[in-house]
């Protein structure tokens, strides 16, 4: 089994800055992605940035995000620690959501599995 475990969530002024921390603990072998999905009251789900590691000497790994975040958020992760983050600058009060830690992880066990976190509550105050 892996934890994940989010913190940094808060209340906002509109222009602001925040940054989410994500640290995955358990069973891990290594962790093939990491990344941040939010959802808003009476909405879905969406992806707001991920991080695909490199994992090989062949692949210097990706990153994507969201159009609606694209040059104000920017994740970066620590693999060596398990940990992401995402810094996210120019704050509008539409990235109120709950925010949301995801990990695929290759446990010890060699099998894959993704993970979610309990959700960090951003609010963005107009």
């Known amino acids: 089994q892996v934890q994940l475990v989010e913190s940094g969530g808060t209340l906002v002024q509109a222009g602001g800055s925040l940054r989410l921390s994500c640290a995955a603990s358990g069973s891990i072998f290594r962790i093939a992605e990491m990344g941040w999905y939010r959802q808003a009251p009476g909405k879905q789900r969406e992806l707001v940035a991920r991080s695909v590691s490199g994992g090989s000497t062949n692949y210097a790994g990706s990153t994507d995000y969201a159009d609606a975040v694209k040059d104000r958020f920017t994740i970066s992760t620590e693999y060596t620690k398990n940990t992401v983050y995402l810094q996210m600058n120019s704050l509008k009060f539409e990235d109120t959501a709950v925010y949301y830690c995801?990990?695929?992880?290759?446990?010890?066990?060699?099998?894959?599995?993704?993970?979610w976190g309990q959700g960090t509550q951003v609010t963005v105050s107009s």
């Open positions: 995801h990990a695929v992880v290759i446990e010890a066990t060699r099998n894959l599995n993704t993970y």
